[in-house]
């Protein structure tokens, strides 16, 4: 049986071809979503050396934790687990050694086999191929060999997960095939695409005689993509919005200001040199001098505890959380219980606009780059991906795009329907 699965950076799903139509399966409880999460109940939290990736080799499939429950297991207790968020972000990193990828592969594979599992149970059969989504490029444009590496740690991680064959498919082409399927005419169409780790774009010919080609490079005009998403947009808001509670722009009472990087690395999640600087025992005792030599102590205290509950994923949560209820909301609030704080820290749209000036800034240049190379207007621009979601960002398109239509697609569920339509055209 032939599936499509959208490994995402944020979420995970899978379809299968069933009754003449695409089926999304449950994969957590009845959702058709589970987070890229993952949970290790061993304490293997020295992180001071780069080589500490989760050793799965050490872990039983069944003490592990996936999704909500694995984000549920860290948020009880930060520092009595391992806990993995996103890991399709490191797999383009420059300078991972071999043990490093077998590490992380095993890490992916044990999630892929989860959602396996968790799809096969509402099947009579099992899935052996399966279409993979990817992003356009994993890391920076151009970055062909971080591609490269990404693509080959996906396939060896699906193969121990249990799938035969395995092939990939840029994630904005699955969603123009999903939107091709329901098509009657011949359209040129560009896919933009903002997920939780990647920005995607391609422009892209459709149309009805061109569903059962089985080679559609040709009818590709132009893509770029890079690693930059909904978690690049939680870290900006971290940094912009809550840091300033925990010292961010403070001075000391020499007058010398803190230096930024200690803010900049608390937030960064996705970076694993940040992450290791930020709980290395150097910055510890920063923090402490900062903290008797600071004009608000109080505040950089704040820092320094964050570090020692190892909280900076939750605090990212919390942002995250926040930064879904500003596209709902004016104001929405950063609770810090989790520090044994009654202290929340309230964020509004204008100082999340601020934020993301740089990430909206780099949106528009992916655009332009993609419609440069297909050298003709579209006709419909299609949006897709979580962040597609955010009026910040959807103002700035209706800016970038003008009079150009705007057309939404099922934000969470395009990728995978269109990568399993390509899976019944490929696998039959
Ligand atoms: N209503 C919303 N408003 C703003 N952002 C949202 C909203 N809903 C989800 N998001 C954000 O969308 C992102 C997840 O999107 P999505 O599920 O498309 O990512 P993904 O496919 O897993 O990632 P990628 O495609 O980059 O690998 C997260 O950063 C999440 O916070
Ligand atoms: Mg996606």
């Known amino acids: 049986m032939f599936a499509g699965f959208d490994y995402g950076t944020s979420n995970c799903s899978i379809g299968v071809w069933q009754n003449g139509a695409v089926r999304l399966l449950p994969v957590e409880g009845r959702n058709s979503l589970i987070a890229s999460t993952l949970y290790a109940p061993k304490p293997d939290l020295e992180l001071n050396h ?216 608390a937030v960064s999640t996705n970076d694993v040199n940040a992450q290791q600087r930020y709980f290395s025992r150097t910055t510890g005792e920063r923090l402490d001098v900062f903290v008797r030599e600071g004009v608000h102590p109080r505040r950089i205290a704040r820092l320094a505890r964050l570090r020692e509950v190892r909280s900076t994923y939750r605090l990212l949560n919390e942002v995250e959380r926040a930064k879904v209820n500003l596209s709902e909301h004016e104001t929405a609030a950063v609770g810090l219980g989790f520090l044994n704080e009654a202290v929340e820290v309230v964020c509004d749209r204008k100082g999340f606009g601020r934020s993301t000036t740089r990430l909206l800034d780099r949106l528009s240049d992916l655009i332009s780059e993609t419609l440069k190379q297909g050298q003709t207007r579209p006709d419909v621009v299609y949006l897709t991906g979580g962040m597609a979601g955010a009026p910040v960002v959807r103002q700035h398109l209706e800016k970038v795009f003008g009079r150009l239509p705007l057309t939404d697609s099922d934000h969470f569920g395009s990728v995978t329907t269109g990568l399993t339509i390509w899976a019944r055209n490929q696998f039959t």
């Open 50 to 265: 780069r080589d500490d990736v989760l050793d799965m080799s050490t872990q039983s499939f069944d003490a592990l934790k996936f999704g909500n429950d694995a984000l549920q297991a860290y948020l009880r207790d930060p520092t009595q687990g391992y806990f993995v968020k996103s890991p399709k972000s490191f797999l383009g990193a420059k300078g991972l050694n071999e043990r490093i990828k077998d590490r992380f592969i095993s890490v992916v594979a044990a999630m892929m086999g989860n959602v396996k599992r968790n799809a096969e149970s509402h099947l009579d059969q099992a899935i052996d191929q399966v279409i993979i989504g990817r992003p356009v490029n994993f890391q920076g444009t151009g970055g062909a060999a971080e591609n490269q590496q990404a693509l080959q740690m996906l396939v060896a991680a699906a193969h121990e997960a249990g799938f035969a064959d395995v092939a990939f498919l840029f994630e904005p082409m699955a969603a123009a095939m999903e939107y091709e399927a329901s098509l009657e005419s011949e359209e040129k169409i560009l896919v933009v695409d903002i997920g939780g780790g990647t920005t995607d774009c391609s422009f892209v010919l459709i149309g009805p005689s061109r569903r059962e080609v089985k080679n559609r490079d040709a009818d590709i005009l132009g893509h770029a993509g890079e690693r930059q998403g909904g978690n690049d947009y939680d870290q900006a808001l971290a940094l912009h919005s809550v840091m300033p509670t925990f010292g961010f722009g403070d001075h000391l009472k020499s007058g010398l200001p803190i230096p930024n990087t200690y803010f900049v690395d």
